[in-house]
């Protein structure tokens, strides 16, 4: 079965830091696009980012743009989202995701075509 396995949450203040990680097992990441979603509060489940099989196509929502980042270390089957100057509205449970179609030719920002989930990472910002 499938894992996804994220860490690197935690409780910082408003123009800190973080990075989260994200470790897949049992499927190797190479030929998948993977994703990062959202969660707060009350709230419907957003897009994040999300990074092409090809390593360099990105797609991000406007309210990250230019502050967060997402990679992938093949080698490692791991996927990453750095963020930077987080603010209060970033808090949030994050979710880690793979597609579901190898090889898929549109970035999706769409969670129904993520097949496979981590169980999430808490985010806190205090202002």
């Known amino acids: 079965q499938v894992q996804l396995v994220e860490s690197g949450g935690g409780v910082v203040q408003t123009g800190y830091s973080l990075r989260l990680s994200c470790v897949l097992s049992r499927r190797a990441i190479g030929p998948f696009n993977i994703g990062w979603f959202r969660q707060a509060p009350g709230k419907e489940r957003e897009f994040v980012a999300a990074?092409?099989?090809?390593?360099?196509?990105?797609s991000y929502s406007n309210s990250v743009k230019d502050r967060f980042t997402i990679s992938r270390d093949n080698a490692r089957n791991t996927i990453y989202l750095q963020m930077n100057s987080l603010k209060p509205e970033d808090t949030a449970v994050y979710y880690c995701a793979s597609d579901r179609q190898m090889y898929r030719e549109i970035l999706s920002t769409n969670s129904g075509d993520y097949a496979y989930w981590g169980q999430g990472t808490q985010v806190t910002v205090s202002s």
């Open positions: 990074l092409k099989w090809n390593g360099y196509t990105t």
